[in-house]
């Protein structure tokens, strides 16, 4: 512990001396839900410092460009994209990451990217996840067992697929899901209004993690090409301070 609290002094001491690039280099194509503020993830991803871009994903045909952006997000009511078999191949490619913020909605999608075997992608409360594998980026911070999450509902899912690991579970599903070949994840979050300020920070940096993680950070998971050189971020966010690695310059992936 001890430890730990003197490499974060150090980071924000080196942090004052340096010139920072804020987490809004990591950009986001969000499908639109048509809902709004009920269930709604923007204000969190953009207070993360993300760059958001929304579109109707039933418009994502078979030539739609996903190369300006590092990440794919589905949220609560998302529509599928209109051809799933180019974004499977986009993510295949390691052009891309996909998050799920529960995306209810967009079952079919999760279920094409290896996430799920069937069944939809729903909530469950209180939100106390148990934290079951650690080893992964996303979960590497938090000890094992139960962390509360402040919010009041998370992502529940029951029929995880194979190629997958659950890190973390509330006491109806799985709320944490990657998988284990691709860029892809279900992350607890989803923006239900219901105590949505209330986030802990361990739940925040669950969030900002997941994002990190679809974006390229850490190694590539097996199966994923190289997609090229490599870029490193020296991020301040609501979940703490760290260096993400990114698949690629986004200038780079955009030529």
Do not use: C
Request: charged share 10%.
């Amino acid at each position: 512990m001890k430890l730990k609290k003197l490499t974060s002094l150090i980071l924000t001491v080196l942090g004052l001396a340096l010139p920072l690039q804020q987490a809004s280099a990591i950009s986001i194509l969000l499908a639109d839900n048509g809902v709004g503020g009920g269930v709604d993830v923007i204000p969190r991803l953009t207070g993360l410092g993300y760059s958001v871009t929304v579109s109707n994903a039933a418009t994502w045909g078979a030539t739609f460009d996903y190369s300006p952006f590092d990440v794919v997000a589905f949220e609560y009511n998302s529509a599928n994209p209109a051809n799933i078999a180019h974004l499977v191949s986009a993510v295949t490619a390691g052009d891309v990451g996909v998050v799920f913020f529960r995306g209810y909605g967009t079952e079919s999608t999760a279920q094409a990217l290896g996430l799920i075997t069937g069944g939809s992608m729903n909530w469950q409360s209180p939100t106390t996840l148990n934290v079951t594998n650690n080893t992964h980026y996303i979960t590497e911070d938090l000890t094992l067992g139960t962390h509360n999450l402040g919010y009041t509902y998370m992502t529940s899912v029951s029929t995880a697929a194979a190629g997958t690991t659950t890190l973390a579970s509330g006491s109806s599903g799985g709320a944490l899901i990657v998988s284990n070949t691709l860029r892809a994840v279900i992350t607890p979050f989803y923006g239900h209004s219901a105590n949505y300020n209330s986030e802990t920070a361990d739940g925040l940096e669950i969030t900002q993690r997941t994002i990190e993680w679809a974006a390229g950070a850490n190694s590539t998971p097996s199966g994923v090409p190289d997609a090229g050189a490599t870029s490193a971020l020296l991020l301040i966010g609501l979940g703490g301070l760290g260096f993400v690695k990114r698949r690629k310059p986004l200038a780079a992936r955009q030529s």
